[in-house]
Each structure stands twice: as structure tokens, then as C-alpha cells.
């Protein structure tokens, strides 16, 4: 095993309980994957908070968005025969697949990136309108010429694609609707341009031909992508067998730009790696690692609403240049955090 991650023994640093629920009648049952980002003088964690109703015997319940944003609460009886809910995270039901949660996004801080708490006069950012009637997820968050970009997952019966929206200052906020249609998440754009253009990460899916492999694109404007080209595939037999998709922003070093990546196996277990990208050129990769760079090890990893996972999409990188302090969403429940050594991660990669 290649775990070289420095997990903070404060470790979850956030769970459920220590955050209320959005709407009276619900319960948060995960937090995951914050977005993460440095803005006046603290650490900021964009966090997906997952809600539902209390869930008995009888009936499983879940609550979705109507187009015009208010909460509506679905309840099928467990017995239906045209239920399948055999998933911790979807059902189908009647042949419409529905989440067991509905996730928003919402804003912590913290003044020594351990202890985080909840600002007043920051708003909770919630999904609007059709495309994203299923919630809002796994949000990545970058900061470019003065203004902050976030990209996340947008989902509805319509399917799965990646929203962005755009603020200056955390309170307002700009819409650009979905920028990559379904079946689409995990888009990281990076935090400077290259050759004038801009370039992002994401992950297209399909059931068929192809699989679910990370993809590069650029674009003159951030929002609008094109020149798609597979940049890495999963690997038969190894920790990354069913999906990779891409973390947080790639990393620029002398070396290329690093990026931490997740990768999970068919039978669902999550692990990170690292990939370097060629910095003129990020299309080339240069090295990737043949052992994860982190392991569901841990108790918080390995037992949760859905165990075995370790995924993150945001990081920052401290003032020594090396340290590279990643934050995570560990068995889809907890949000925990974790050192790396650069070096050590070159290392791996055998660069």
C-alpha cells in the first residue's frame, strides 16, 4: 500500500450533526466534497449537504425541487413492485431514477483550516430551475482574474450535467446555466490560462461505447468548451477499474501541472492518485501514479452512509510550496482533511 496521506487527527472535522438542516422537516444525512478556496485571510469550505426526510419502515421519502425551487417530499411504499431502492444513494422507481437525497451547497470558514464554522450574511446556494431539480453537488471552486468560478454537478430526471455560476464577492451571483450537457460532472478548470485560452478537466459517461475517463477541453471564455480529447482511462485490475474523474484545479510546478484525481473500482471502492500534465500542452500526460496516493483506510472511511470512499475536489496549497493540504468527503458522510508532501507525490509518480 502507497497511502501517504498525513490525516489530521482531528478527523471528521465536520459530520452531520454539527450543521442544521435547511428546512424544517429534514434531516442532513451527509456532508461531502467541499470546494475549497483561500478568501480574506481564511479557509473556505463550499460543502454539499445532503437532506431527506426521516426515513420508517414502511416508506422510503426523499426530497426533489419543483422548477419554481420549492421542496417537495416523494413517499413510495417500500412494498411497490415498481420500487428498486437496493442503492444508499438512488432508486428507481417506475423506470425514473430518483436520488435518495437532494443536495445544496453550503459556506464554512475557518481561521486555522481545522475548526470550521458558518459565517452570517452568506447565503446557502440551492438549485434553480429545471436542469436542476435533483440538487446541486460536488462543487469545484477556483479563483481567476479577480473573480471566483464554481463548477458543480447539476441533476435532474433530464440527467446529469455541470452547472457554473460566478461571484466576486460571495453574496451575489452569477448563473451560466449548464456548460457541459449530461452525461457530464467532475469539472475542474484551471487556475490560469494557457496560450490565452482557458482549459478545464471533466468527465463524460456513457453506458455503452467508452467509459468514464477524464477529458480535457478549452475555451476563449470559460464557458463556452471545445477541442475535447480523452486524456486518461481506467485501468483493468488495478484501484482505478471502474471510473476516474478529476479533483480539484491542477497544481502548477516545475514539473508539469499536478493534478489529484479519484479513482474507484466496480465494486465502488474510492481511492486517490495523482496525473502530471504537461504544462504547455496539458493534453500530454506525463506520469500517473500505479498505487493510490490515498486508500479508504481509516474507521470515518471505511463505515459511513456509503463506505470505502475517500474523494475530494478542493485543496490548498500552503506558503512552503510542498504541503499540500487536501480536504475530503470520507464515506460519503464526513468531511475530513489531509497533508501531502508534493515531493513525496512526485515520487510516487516516479518523476
Keep these: 500500500m502507497a497511502d501517504i496521506a498525513k490525516r489530521f487527527p482531528q478527523n471528521p ?14 434531516l442532513i444525512a451527509c456532508l461531502l466534497n467541499p470546494g475549497v478556496f483561500r478568501y480574506e485571510g481564511k479557509t473556505w469550505l463550499l460543502v454539499r449537504v445532503a437532506e431527506r426526510p426521516q426515513q420508517n419502515e414502511v416508506h422510503v421519502s426523499f426530497p426533489i425541487l419543483t422548477e419554481t425551487g420549492e421542496t417537495k417530499i416523494m413517499e413510495i411504499a417500500l412494498n411497490d413492485a415498481d420500487l428498486i431502492a437496493t442503492d444508499a444513494r438512488v432508486v428507481r422507481y417506475k ?18 483550516g481545522i475548526k470550521f464554522y458558518e459565517p452570517e450574511g452568506y447565503p446557502k446556494l440551492f438549485g434553480k430551475g429545471p436542469l436542476q431539480t435533483f440538487g446541486i453537488e460536488d462543487c469545484r ?23 457554473m455560476r460566478t461571484t466576486a ?12 450537457p449530461p452525461h457530464n460532472k467532475d ?31 478549452e475555451s476563449p471564455d470559460g ?41 474507484a473500482t466496480r465494486e465502488h471502492r474510492y481511492c486517490l492518485g495523482a496525473v502530471l500534465l504537461d504544462l504547455n500542452d496539458p493534453s500530454k500526460v506525463l506520469a500517473r501514479s500505479v498505487e493510490p496516493i490515498m486508500e479508504p483506510i481509516a474507521p470515518y472511511e471505511i463505515t ?31 468531511v475530513c482533511g489531509a497533508n501531502f508532501s508534493i515531493k513525496e507525490i512526485f515520487a510516487n509518480l516516479g518523476v
Design 13 to 26: 472535522l465536520l459530520s452531520p450533526k454539527d450543521l442544521k438542516p435547511s428546512t424544517d422537516g429534514l
Design 169 to 180: 464577492d460571495w453574496k451575489t451571483f452569477t448563473e451560466h446555466g449548464m456548460i457541459l
Design 223 to 263: 464557458e463556452h468548451w471545445g477541442n475535447h480529447k480523452c486524456i486518461l482511462k481506467t485501468r483493468e485490475g488495478m484501484w482505478d477499474s471502474g471510473r476516474v474523474g478529476a479533483g480539484a484545479a491542477p497544481i502548477k510546478t516545475e514539473k508539469g501541472w499536478l493534478e489529484i484525481y479519484h479513482g
Design 141 to 163: 471552486v477556483i479563483e481567476l482574474e479577480d473573480k471566483f468560478y464554481l463548477t458543480f454537478t447539476a441533476v435532474s430526471d433530464s440527467g446529469v450535467g455541470v452547472g
Design 187 to 217: 469539472v475542474a478548470i484551471f487556475e490560469e490560462k494557457i496560450n490565452g485560452k482557458y482549459y478545464a478537466l471533466h468527465r463524460p459517461s456513457s453506458v455503452d461505447i467508452g467509459g468514464n475517463f477524464i477529458w480535457i477541453a
Design 95 to 112: 423506470g425514473v431514477d430518483y436520488l435518495t437525497t437532494l443536495s445544496h451547497l453550503r459556506l464554512l470558514c475557518s481561521d486555522d
Design 304 to 334: 459511513g452512509f456509503f463506505g470505502h470512499v475517500v474523494f475530494t475536489n478542493g485543496h490548498v496549497l500552503q506558503d512552503d510550496g510542498d504541503t499540500l493540504t487536501i480536504y475530503y468527503g470520507a464515506a460519503d458522510e464526513h
